[in-house]
């Protein structure tokens, strides 16, 4: 009986990590734009968005002036401040290769009122200074977290 049960265990196992795995490769995966050298890629280098670069891209002004901002710009909707929701919104965007803000994604939310203001925010945001990677400007996944917090 306790053999069967593992057994039965490892096939659930199995299953869980098949399908964890068919989700993974479902989105887009970082360690899929770490390329070796020598091997062709179906986008052309202007396409590719790199989640690792030898010099990330920032805020310009630093990290003072990006709280700033945020302080500055964030707002609580009414019906926030109403339900007393707080959280923490983890937002992932793309830093083009001039500093401009695409593709702006809520990754863990918090409620739909406040990851619609997290997307306002940061697609409102001024431009970045472009990550760098063998010397060379390219485009840059980037990934915020958000704190909204009644006081």
Known sequence: MVFATMVYNLRVYTLCFVLI??????QENPISNLKEPGLK??????????????????????DSLYLKYLKDNVEYTRMALESDIEGKVFAGFVVEKDGTISDVKILRGVSEELDREAKRVIRNMPAWNPG?????LVRCRMVVPIVFKLK
Not at 41 to 62: D, I, P, R
Not at 132 to 136: E, L, M, Q, V
Request: with cysteine; proline share 0%.
């Open 21 to 26: 795995g068919t989700v993974l490769t479902a």
């Open 41 to 62: 890629s179906n986008t052309t280098q202007q396409e590719e968005v790199l989640s690792f670069c030898e010099e990330v891209s920032s805020f310009k002004g630093g």
């Open 132 to 136: 760098k990677h063998n010397s060379k």
